[in-house]
Structure formats: structure tokens, C-alpha cells
């Protein structure tokens, strides 16, 4: 079945440091892919998305794409700040198999000042 | 526009007691309902999905129940509450023209 691997957190930078959290799925269809954003104690928010190959998602400053020959989607920002502090999920939804979602497992990323 | 809504946003219960959790969407119609549990620094589970009234799906037996008495309405049920039911509860739809998971605020529930 199709499935999302995310790079172990939790991960600690400094303010205005890069990021990149790596994600990469697998998928028997032509998934769309996510990058949802999560601070504490809310629900998920959509960050950025991506429904074909070669497409760049892009919000506040994050990006990441669309990358089939590696099935990676990966997430980067170039210089972070202390709000940037969340947990990052990175999921795929099949149009092959309907409305499926699968989501990492999550990054927990602190950026310290 | 749409909007989703969860109640209560913080609960606390004793083990053994009843649940019920809901989940309202607004804004939308037939959409797919989804249920997620999230353990303390974990990531989601999917618990339910439902893809119209009446029509539950359950992905992980336990002893939570699931229904949808009407189009926009989901409801996260229990008839006795186990410690390990403790976690952040998330509700979330899909469909229409997006192709993405729109979440509710969530609900804190601690078993006593």
C-alpha cells in the first residue's frame, strides 16, 4: 500500500538557520502531495501542496517539490524563525483509491533564538 | 466558505465512563469524514472514515464507535473509557473541487 516516511525529529536550529525535512512516499497511482503544519495544541493546517510531478509548493516561505524520479517531496525553508516551531507532516492522497490519505509520522521541528 | 468545528475542546473523564465527541462541517456537502487520534508526541492514527450517512468505516478495532446521523455530522463515541484513550482527537473532511484534509481545532481528552 501506499505509505510516507519522514526524516526522525525532533529537529533543534537557530534562528535564521536553513531547514530541510526530508520526505519521501510510495504509491502504486499519482498521488498529490502535502506539507501540513501543526502548533501546539491546534488541529492541522495546510502548509503547501503539489498534484504533479515538477510542481513547487510554495507558502510563507517553505517550498518543496514535486520530485517523481525520487519519489521525494522535501520540505525547505531558508531561514527560519522562532514561530516556525511545530510539528511537520507530510502526506500524499491517491486519487487511485479515492479520497486516501496517508500522512507521515511527523517532525518535530524547535527553532531556538 | 467552509468550516469545521469540534466539541468539546478539552475533555477529562474517569476510566469506565461514557464518550461522545463530535464533529460539525459547514459549508460543504457529502463530504468524507474522517476521524484521527494522536497519542502524545506521536503522529495521527486513523481511527473512522465515512463516505455518507450510515456509512462507517473503522480502521483500527477498539473499543471507540463511530456514527454520522447526518450528512455534515460525525460523532466519536465510547461506552466505557480505557486509560489509553487519552490523546488529541482530530476530525477532518474532504472533497468537493480540493483534493486535501481540512481539520477541526481538535479535542484534548484525558483519561483519569
Known amino acids: 500500500g501506499d505509505s510516507v516516511t519522514q526524516m526522525e525529529g525532533p529537529v533543534t536550529l537557530s534562528e535564521e538557520a536553513f531547514l530541510t525535512i526530508n520526505c519521501t512516499y510510495t504509491a502504486t497511482g499519482y498521488p498529490s502531495l502535502f506539507w501540513y503544519v501543526q502548533y501546539p495544541g491546534e488541529g492541522l493546517q495546510l502548509l503547501l501542496k503539489a498534484t504533479k510531478a515538477d510542481d513547487k509548493g510554495s507558502n510563507k516561505g517553505f517550498e518543496a517539490t514535486y520530485r517523481k524520479e525520487t519519489t521525494s517531496f522535501h520540505l525547505e525553508k531558508g531561514s527560519v524563525q522562532v514561530s516556525d516551531s511545530a510539528v511537520y507532516f507530510c502526506a500524499l492522497s491517491d486519487h487511485n483509491y479515492g479520497q486516501n490519505f496517508v500522512f507521515g509520522p511527523g517532525t518535530r521541528l524547535s527553532v531556538l533564538p | 466558505s467552509q468550516t469545521i468545528h469540534q466539541w468539546p475542546a478539552t475533555l477529562v473523564q474517569p476510566v469506565g465512563s461514557p464518550l461522545s465527541l463530535e464533529c460539525t462541517v459547514e459549508?460543504?456537502?457529502?463530504?468524507?469524514l474522517y476521524w484521527y487520534r494522536q497519542a502524545a508526541g506521536r503522529g495521527l492514527q486513523l481511527l473512522f472514515y465515512?463516505?455518507?450517512?450510515?456509512?462507517i468505516s473503522s480502521e483500527v478495532p477498539q473499543n471507540l464507535s463511530a456514527s454520522r446521523p447526518q450528512d455534515r455530522q460525525f460523532i466519536l463515541s465510547s461506552k466505557k473509557l480505557l486509560l489509553s484513550d487519552s490523546g488529541f482527537y482530530l476530525c477532518?473532511?474532504?472533497?468537493?473541487?480540493?483534493?486535501?484534509?481540512?481539520f477541526g481545532p481538535g479535542t484534548r481528552l484525558t483519561v483519569l
Open positions: 465515512s463516505v455518507g450517512i450510515g456509512q
Open positions: 459549508g460543504t456537502s457529502n463530504p468524507n
Open positions: 477532518a473532511w474532504s472533497g468537493g473541487v480540493s483534493d486535501e484534509q481540512f
